[in-house]
């Protein structure tokens, strides 16, 4: 594995209902995850968001590591 990518697509595959992410109002696992970062992903390529910087002011939430991980996959 190269990439925080590489390491979450491996992490879906092998334990995909494990909790990967919880915050007070809500939890994620990890294959939940994958898909929600990979739409994040697709849709911010589609608006020409590639290889640039995304700024994030959120509280520390599952919705942020979602976003986050989203933004890598852009």
Not at 8 to 33: M, N
Not at 52 to 64: D, G, I, L, N, Q
Request: one cysteine or more; aromatic letters at 8%; proline letters at 4%.
């Amino acid at each position: 594995m190269n990439t925080i990518l590489d390491w979450l697509e491996h992490t879906a595959e092998t334990d995909p209902d494990r909790i990967a992410f919880e915050d007070p109002q809500c939890s994620i696992t990890w294959r939940e995850l994958q898909e929600k970062a990979e739409d994040i992903g697709t849709c911010l390529a589609g608006i020409g968001v590639v290889n640039r910087p995304v700024a994030f002011f959120m509280e520390k939430s599952v919705t942020a590591v979602i976003g986050m991980m989203g933004t890598v996959y852009a």
